[in-house]
């Protein structure tokens, strides 16, 4: 499986580093036990210092790639997105491109007390840094990682589908997973970690109207979300 494969080419350049975290599927499967395959694509956080360090092995195994801001996944469908483009800033979101599948990279910076992950021209994603005791080793073909909190997935897939829900185009994989994933979810660590998360210019958090406008996160209502999963 290159799944296997590409996970053992990321491990092999990360070595005992705990400054990373993966993300996507991979964070989640295990402790859902993998009621689908993970897609051949990773999803990794790292710590932009310590990206910086071992980029060259990066290069050495695939050719990367910098997105620009409004091709980032969740945040093309926002206004944010539209804000920006004219300007197409080049964010903290990387694709690797090996032989065995794609690393999506992003990029963050450790602060005392949050996580900010890249978006470029100053802008980041803030999170309580709380989430990183919650990081779990988990296991995939007798691979052991550090994955990230299922519970960061599920509000990145509530998202996903509440703004996917605002253009009447349901994602049926991203419904399916949020069915999963609310069986194990820790509920009131959610509700927290999504209050955290923020968008932030050079640092500062932007006035409310103006991330809620912007921000994804913000698009999310919990407790519907809890109603229409446990119908």
Known sequence: MKTKKLLNLLLNIMGDSKDYFITGSLSFLSLCNYYRNPIEDI??????????????????????????????GI???TKFAKLIAPISPMSGFLHIKTKYGIL????????KKTIELMLGLGFTFS?????????????FKNI???????????????????????????????????????????????????DSLRV??????????IDKKINP?????????KQILTQ
């Open 75 to 77: 945040i093309n469908k």
């Open 127 to 139: 999170m309580s840094k709380s989430f990183k005791n919650r990081i779990n080793i988990l296991k």
């Open 217 to 225: 996160y913000r698009k999310i209502d919990l407790k519907l979300l």
């Open 200 to 209: 932030k210019w050079l640092n500062k958090k932007l006035p409310d109207f």
């Open 144 to 194: 052991f990682y550090h994955g990230g909190p299922p519970e960061m997935m599920f509000l990145s897939k509530a998202a996903g589908y509440f703004l996917e829900k605002d253009e009447n185009n349901k994602n049926k994989k991203h419904y399916n997973d949020l069915k999963q994933l609310e069986k194990i979810i820790d509920w009131k660590f959610t509700e927290e970690f999504l």
């Open 43 to 72: 999803d990794i956080c790292i710590k932009k210092d310590t990206y910086k360090l071992i980029k060259n092995k990066f290069l050495k195994i695939g050719k990367i790639e910098i997105s620009k801001v409004s091709d980032v």
């Open 104 to 111: 999506d990279v992003v990029l963050f910076n450790e602060h």
